[in-house]
């Protein structure tokens, strides 16, 4: 059965759709970018990644490609069907409770802003009890400019063009963001709702799931390493 799509999010364009507006058509065209060099600098070699939210494996093909392991899990069959050579698993971040622990947990493409605070808070807590004893959670956290100088386009070397059009309020703290897609044979375009964090709200989220930032790992701070507050 396909799941529903989530309040406030929308997809449009060829091809399937996922409950939170991403077209697996797209994403299936999307160059990967600095994703793997970043993530290759923070962990071990041959790591046990734990990818959620993988998609079509953009990212998780080059992960394997540098000989690290991963299972990927999203919350989408289309997206998953894609996937090759990885093990993969079919769920909703939040409810994940797979009994086992990965060397590094990774929650990236910016699903640590989900609108729904309690949503954000289980999501949290599934990367910290995946996490073996010495692992870390690798993070992916909206830029600061993100939700303002808009318009913002960028025309990708690969030959189309990403328009952020908007970012407004929906709610107490919540954006509604649209975005489009737009190649020359074909356009999506994505609303979705996200929770902007500043470094201290976002610090204090992971807090409350026991983690703590150990480093940021790109200048901008987008990239985090997270590990268990105890350490
Ligand atoms: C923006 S796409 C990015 C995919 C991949 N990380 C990449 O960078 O190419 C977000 C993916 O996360 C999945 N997703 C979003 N919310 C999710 C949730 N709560 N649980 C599981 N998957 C989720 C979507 O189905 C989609 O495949």
């Known amino acids: 059965m396909r799941p529903e799509m989530r309040e406030g999010y929308e997809g449009t364009g060829p091809g399937a759709i996922t409950p939170d507006g991403c077209a697996v058509e797209f994403y299936s065209r999307l160059p990967v970018g600095d ?5 290759s600098a923070a962990v071990p070699a041959g790591a046990h990644i734990l990818e959620l939210g993988s998609g079509v494996g953009r990212v998780t093909h080059a992960l394997l490609e540098r000989g690290f392991t991963v299972t990927a899990v999203d919350e989408s069959a289309d997206m998953l069907e894609r996937v090759r050579g ?16 990965f060397d590094v947990v990774m929650l990236a493409s910016f699903l640590v802003h989900n609108a729904d605070i309690e949503l954000r808070r289980r999501m949290l807590r599934a990367c910290a009890r995946h996490l073996v004893k010495g692992g870390c959670v ?19 070397p690969s030959g189309f063009t990403v328009r952020i059009v908007s970012a407004g309020p929906v709610q107490n703290g919540v954006h509604s963001v649209r975005a489009e ?14 929770r902007p964090l500043t470094k201290h709200q976002f610090e204090e989220a992971l807090k409350e799931a026991g983690l703590r930032v150990d480093r940021y790992l790109t200048e901008d701070r987008i990239w985090v390493r997270a590990v268990p507050g105890e350490e």
């Open 35 to 39: 994703e793997p060099d970043v993530i």
């Open 86 to 101: 990885a093990r993969t698993i079919c769920s909703p971040v939040e409810d994940l409770d797979l009994g086992e622990t």
């Open 138 to 156: 690798l993070i992916q956290r909206e830029g600061e400019n993100y939700h303002s100088d808009l318009p913002r386009e960028r025309i990708d």
């Open 181 to 194: 897609y737009e190649f020359p044979d074909a356009v999506w375009t994505q609303t979705f709702r996200s």
